[in-house]
Each structure stands twice: as structure tokens, then as C-alpha cells.
């Protein structure tokens, strides 16, 4: 039976998960990309390069962001957010979302993976990826658990 997730269990889902779905919409088109991302509580840090999703978020920044954790095909909660999509420019934000991303990826990245740049496993400031945030002003979640 589905049931809706309360605040704290939304707000632990985006914590606890790295990788979700990121969706926009532009032109007629709807497009839904995977993405690796690190939540701060306030934020959905991530970065990506020039591309078709780029295109379109530029043309229309609202976009929407789901993430879920699945036991197996009976035991799932997803949540779904929805928010302005913003490019950092800045380089104090851009290190700070570098900052931000690679503490969350790396703690569930094995040691030996580890690549040994002080950036891994994004690149410097500077380098032609888009490290961007979204502030989700709207989420909601559901469970079957």
C-alpha cells in the first residue's frame, strides 16, 4: 500500500542517494537524464557539460528532480522535487559545490578508486564542465513500505 513520506523522510532520501533524475522541459520536449548529485540541505549540487539538457534548461530553468531507493520491485520510496536550475559562475560557488560534491561522492567511493587529483572526481575551476545547483521549492514523496 503507498503511502506519502513525510518532511524528515524526504529530506533523508535526498541525503542518503548520489544519483537521481533530472528532468526538464523546453520547446515541446521533455527530456529526463540520470544524474550524480550531492544534497546539502538546501541545495541539489551537480555538474555536467554542454549539451542537449543545457540547451534546454537555459530556455526554461524550472525543472523537476527524483530520486528513489528500491528493496526490490514492492519495497520502494521515491521523491520528486521541483526547482530553479542555476549555473555557477562564481568561482567561490563553484568551489564550494566542488567542495560540497566530492565529500558526498567520496565517502561511498572505495579508497583505491580514488584517482589522486585534489578535484577528483571533478574537474579543477575553470574547466569547461557546468557546476550548477537547483533549491528545491517544492517536494513531495511516496512509499510502499
Same mark, same amino acid.
Given at each position: 500500500m503507498e503511502q506519502e513520506l513525510e518532511e524528515e523522510q524526504i529530506e533523508h532520501i535526498l541525503h542518503q542517494n548520489v544519483l537521481g533524475h533530472l528532468g526538464c522541459h523546453a520547446e515541446g520536449i521533455t527530456y529526463v537524464i540520470p544524474i550524480c548529485y550531492a544534497y546539502d540541505g538546501t541545495f541539489i549540487y551537480g555538474r555536467?557539460?554542454?549539451?542537449?539538457?543545457?540547451?534546454?534548461?537555459?530556455? @526554461?530553468?524550472?525543472?523537476?528532480?527524483?530520486?528513489?531507493?528500491?528493496? @526490490?520491485?514492492?519495497?520502494?520510496?521515491?521523491?520528486?522535487?521541483?526547482?530553479?536550475?542555476?549555473?555557477?559562475?562564481d568561482d567561490g560557488q563553484r568551489e564550494a559545490a566542488i567542495r560540497t560534491l566530492k565529500e558526498?561522492?567520496? +565517502?561511498?567511493?572505495k579508497s583505491d578508486e580514488l584517482r589522486g587529483s585534489?578535484?577528483?572526481?571533478?574537474? +579543477?575551476?575553470?574547466?569547461k564542465g557546468i557546476l550548477f545547483r537547483i533549491r528545491l521549492n517544492k517536494k513531495t514523496g511516496r512509499s510502499s513500505l
Open positions: 555536467t557539460y554542454e549539451g542537449l539538457k543545457i540547451k534546454m534548461i537555459r530556455k @526554461n530553468p524550472d525543472v523537476c528532480f527524483q530520486v528513489e531507493s528500491i528493496k @526490490n520491485m514492492i519495497q520502494w520510496e521515491s521523491v520528486i522535487g521541483w526547482g530553479k536550475f542555476e549555473e555557477l559562475t558526498r561522492i567520496t +565517502a561511498i567511493v585534489p578535484y577528483w572526481p571533478f574537474s +579543477a575551476p575553470g574547466s
